[in-house]
C-alpha cells in the first residue's frame, strides 16, 4: 500500500538538528516537497538519501514541520493517548496530578511534552486546551478522546481557547468553547493550599498563570512584615501568598479592570482583609514614577516585551527602564522579584538588563535565586527554546 504521508526532502546537511533530536525543520532545510501538502498535514521528512527522520505537522513560514515522532508511526488514536498518558504520568512522578492541596497544573507543554503546536491546563476537572498550529487544531477530538480516556471521572469538561493562539492566516475556524462537557467559564482551583477564582474564557493566557507557582512560594518565605507592591499583579497570585506569609501590607497594581476586580475576591477568598491590601488599576510605569523608597518587596511580572528578534533590542531597553525603576523604589535591604516571559529574550541578556538598571540608580544588588518554570512546563533538553520563563530574585542594598 502506497504512504498515505507526503515527503519532506532536506538539503544535505540539513537533517543534523533533527538527529539531535530538535523538534523544527525550518523552511530553508527544505531541498523538495515530494506531493500535494496542505497546512496542518501529516508528512514524513527524509534525509537526502532517503532515510527516514521524523513525522511532524506542516505549516507555511519559517518553521515548516513540528516533529511530534522521530519514530515512523502510525499517528491514530491509540499513538495520541499513548503519548497523552506519558504526560499524565510525568505529573504524578512530580506530585501534581493527585495532589491533595493543589488542583492546578499543565499537563501538556507543547514541545517539552512532544506535542508541537499544543498547551493543556488542568483545572480543578476542566481542561482548558489551547492550540498554536492546524496540525493540532485537526486533532482535537482525537485529543479529547485521549484526556477523557486517560483522566476518567476526574475531568469534567474541556474547553478549547485557541481563538487568539491559532495562526492568523490558517484557514479554519477560529473560535472558543467547549469540546466536552460545560460551565460558566469561572472555576475556584486551590494551590498549595490557596484558593483562586480562575476566569478561563476571559482571562490571559488559559485562565491563570500556572507557570509562577513554586515562584510564589518562594515569595511567600520572604513576605513576613513586608510591604509588598505586586506590578502587572493580574488576578493576585503573588499577592494573595505575600499575605499569607505575613505581608504587612500588600498593594496590586496592573491595568486591566476586570483583573483588578478578580483580585479584590480572591483576596477575600483566602480571608484577608482589604485594610492589609490595596488593589490599583493604573499603568506600571506611571504607578512606579510615584513609588520611590516605598516597598520592603518588589514583584515585576511583565508581559512579554519582545515576541520577535526584531523586537528584542526595544525589549532589553523596557527591563532596564523597569527594573530601575522598581530597584529605586525598594528600600535598603528590600527584595525584587523580576521576571521575563519574552522566549527572544536570553537569561544572559535578561540579566545584563537588570544589571544594567541597578547601576543605573546606582544600587548595589545581589542573587538571592535565579528562578525559572516550573517542572510540569518541562523544557526538552534538545529544545532550549521552550525555556520562556527566567527571573531573579535579588537583595538590594
Known amino acids: 500500500m502506497a504512504d498515505p504521508f507526503t515527503k519532506i526532502i532536506l538539503r544535505t546537511g540539513k537533517e ?17 516537497i515530494d506531493g500535494a501538502v496542505k497546512e496542518g498535514d501529516c508528512v514524513k521528512v527524509y534525509d537526502g538519501k532517503g532515510q ?57 507543554n507543547a514541545e517539552g511534552d512532544y506535542f508541537p503546536g499544543l498547551v493543556a491546563d488542568f483545572y ?17 477530538d482525537t485529543l479529547v478522546n485521549a484526556f477523557r480516556e486517560v483522566l476518567g471521572s476526574d475531568l469534567k469538561a474541556v474547553f478549547s481557547k485557541s481563538e487568539a493562539t491559532l495562526p492568523f492566516r490558517a484557514d479554519v475556524p477560529k473560535s472558543n468553547g467547549y469540546l466536552y462537557g460545560a460551565g460558566d467559564g469561572e472555576l475556584e482551583i486551590q494551590e498549595n493550599g490557596l484558593r483562586f477564582l480562575v476566569d478561563i474564557q476571559q482571562g490571559q493566557k488559559t485562565g491563570f498563570f500556572i507557570d509562577q507557582r513554586e515562584n510564589r512560594k518562594l515569595l511567600k518565605h520572604f513576605a513576613k512584615g513586608s510591604e509588598v507592591l505586586n506590578m502587572f499583579g493580574y488576578t493576585g497570585g503573588f499577592s494573595v501568598y505575600a499575605l499569607s506569609g505575613g505581608a504587612k501590607r500588600v498593594v496590586s497594581v496592573d491595568s486591566s479592570g476586570p483583573a483588578i476586580a478578580l483580585t479584590r475576591r480572591n483576596v477575600e477568598l483566602n480571608g484577608f482583609s482589604h485594610a492589609t491590601h490595596e488593589a490599583v488599576e493604573a499603568d506600571a510605569f506611571e504607578y512606579l514614577k510615584n513609588a520611590s523608597n516605598a516597598f520592603d518587596l518588589i514583584v515585576l511580572d511583565p508581559p512579554a516585551f519582545a515576541k520577535h528578534n526584531e523586537a528584542l533590542h526595544q525589549a532589553l531597553k ?26 527572544v529574550v536570553s537569561r544572559l541578556h535578561f540579566r545584563q538588563a537588570v544589571f544594567g538598571a541597578a547601576a543605573q540608580v546606582k544600587r548595589k544588588v545581589r542573587i538571592l535565586h535565579q528562578l525559572a518554570q516550573p517542572p510540569d512546563h518541562p523544557v526538552d533538553i534538545c529544545h532550549p527554546e521552550g525555556e520562556y520563563l527566567k527571573g531573579l530574585a535579588l537583595y538590594v542594598e
Not at 543534523?16 to 523538495?32: D, E, M, N, T, Y
Not at 530597584?327 to 528590600?334: F, L, V
Open 16 to 32: 543534523q538538528s533533527l538527529l539531535r533530536f530538535h523538534p523544527w525543520v525550518f523552511s530553508g532545510a527544505i531541498k523538495k
Open 52 to 108: 527516514f527522520l521524523a513525522m511532524g505537522h506542516y505549516q507555511p513560514g519559517t518553521i515548516a514541520v513540528r516533529v511530534f515522532s522521530f519514530e515512523d508511526v502510525t499517528p491514530g488514536q491509540a499513538f495520541w493517548t499513548a503519548k497523552v498518558r506519558r504526560a499524565f504520568a510525568y505529573r504524578e512522578r512530580i506530585g501534581l496530578a493527585g495532589s491533595e492541596n493543589t488542583s492546578v497544573f499543565r499537563l501538556v
Open 124 to 140: 480543578n476537572g476542566t481542561l482548558v486546551m489551547q492550540m498554536h498550529s492546524v496540525g493540532m487544531y485537526l486533532l482535537q
Open 318 to 343: 523596557g527591563y532596564q527602564r523597569l527594573n530601575a525603576m522598581a530597584i529605586d523604589a525598594i528600600r535598603p535591604g528590600g527584595i525584587l522579584f523580576t521576571f521575563s516571559c519574552s522566549q
